[in-house]
Structures are given as structure tokens and as C-alpha cells.
């Protein structure tokens, strides 16, 4: 009865590749975001999707693409990934004001 | 700018000891506020928000805050701390209208026996 799951929960990968993370919430939330969490555990909001509405890029590298099959779902698809992508990738979801987080992605490219 | 900031990297304690983790915010609204806690390898697990009323709110694990607007600051505390507590902490403010977070740099907490 997870309420933010992601998967994978880890991805080693080589620079160059394209990857994809996924998230699903069953919380019954319209509102999914990603953010990262970078070497020095420092946050920062990534994007957020509304009902499967863009709603806010945080000018976010366009190798970054999220895809939101419906409102459960929110993918991230990288591509051509570089080292410096390397970080935990959180997902959370909310109706209203409150945001729930999934377990992160754990990403190193190498 | 809205900003969050934590101005204690690293605090040690020793378990049973109380704890304080220091929070100050920057925005021009009345501020929603939040504490997440990170244990290692986890996600981000909430402890407890503040939107409005009472000033001192109560959350999960024996944890409260208090907002103080003279101060902006939210601080955490508890009375007595116990070895499962050693983790990252991370205060938030909401960006309303935009609808994202803005966290702060985080706390690492030990806890010595």
C-alpha cells in the first residue's frame, strides 16, 4: 500500500546513455513533481505536473523530459546523461498544500 | 527572494538530551512551513506543517515546532532525543501559486549514546 513508489530504486549508468525513472502515486493526488537532491543533500524542484499538465520547469536541461501518462503517473526520461546528473531523484505528489515523497532514485553515471 | 535557510550543518547530541534545529525563512506572504526528515538511504518522511492558528504544532516522533513571525523562524524540537532520530533534517517553505518547495540546505543530526 505504497503511496509514492518509484523505481528503479538504483541506476548506474554510463555517460552518453538515455534512462527513464518512474513514479506512480495512489494517493488520489492531481499534482506530481521531481526534484533533485544533489551530492551535498541540497533540494530543488525539477517540475510539476497538474492533471497531466506542465506546470512549472525550473529551466531544467531539455535532456530532461517528464511524461505524464495520467494523473498517477509521472516518468522522467533522460537523455544522453553526463556526470554531473549523478544525484537522488525524488518524486512526491499532492492534492493541496502537503507534498508526500517517494524513496528516491539513486542515479551515478559514470 | 523566498529562501530557507538552516545555519547548523552538523549537530551532535547525546540520546535522552533535548534537541533544537535552528530554521529562517524569507518570504513576503504568511509563510506554509514544514520539517521533512531524511534517515539514510530514505526518502523524505514529513514530521509536521504549519499553515496558520496555533503557533506551536505537533507532528509524528515526539517532534513540535514553533513559528515565530516576529523571528521568521520555525525551529524543531524534542525533549529527548533517542538513537533512531540520527538523520538529515529539512526545513520548507511553500511557493503558493507556484505550489513548490523551497528547502533549506539540511541538518545532519547524530546522536552519540
Known amino acids: 500500500d505504497t503511496a509514492v513508489s518509484q523505481t528503479p530504486k538504483y541506476l548506474v549508468t554510463q555517460m552518453g546513455n538515455d534512462k527513464s525513472i518512474k513514479c506512480e502515486q495512489n494517493?488520489?493526488?492531481?499534482?506530481m513533481y521531481w526534484y533533485k537532491q544533489d551530492s551535498k543533500k541540497f533540494l530543488k524542484i525539477m517540475f510539476s505536473y497538474n492533471n497531466k499538465e506542465l506546470i512549472i520547469n525550473e529551466t531544467v536541461p531539455n535532456r530532461f523530459s517528464p511524461k505524464s501518462p495520467d494523473k498517477a503517473h509521472l516518468n522522467l526520461h533522460i537523455n544522453s546523461l553526463e556526470l554531473g546528473d549523478s544525484a537522488v531523484y525524488f518524486c512526491?505528489?499532492?492534492?493541496?498544500?502537503?507534498?508526500?515523497f517517494g524513496p528516491g532514485t539513486r542515479l551515478l553515471v559514470l | 527572494a523566498q529562501s530557507v535557510t538552516q545555519p547548523d550543518i552538523h549537530i551532535t547530541v547525546s540520546e535522552g538530551a533535548s534537541l533544537e534545529l535552528r530554521c529562517n525563512y524569507s518570504?513576503?506572504?504568511?509563510?506554509?512551513l514544514f520539517w521533512y526528515v531524511q534517515s539514510p538511504g530514505q526518502g523524505l518522511q514529513l514530521l509536521l506543517k504549519?499553515?496558520?492558528?496555533?503557533?506551536l504544532v505537533q507532528g509524528i516522533k515526539g517532534f513540535e515546532a514553533e513559528f515565530k513571525r516576529s523571528q521568521s523562524s520555525f525551529n524543531l524540537r524534542k525533549p529527548s532525543v533517542h538513537w533512531s532520530d540520527a538523520a538529515e533534517y529539512f526545513c520548507?517553505?511553500?511557493?503558493?501559486?507556484?505550489?513548490?518547495?523551497?528547502f533549506g540546505q539540511g541538518t545532519r543530526l547524530t546522536i552519540n549514546p
Open positions: 518570504y513576503g506572504a504568511t509563510p506554509y
Open positions: 504549519y499553515f496558520s492558528g496555533d503557533t
Open positions: 512526491a505528489s499532492s492534492l493541496k498544500e502537503t507534498q508526500y
Open positions: 520548507a517553505v511553500l511557493i503558493q501559486g507556484a505550489q513548490k518547495l523551497v
Open positions: 494517493l488520489g493526488h492531481d499534482t
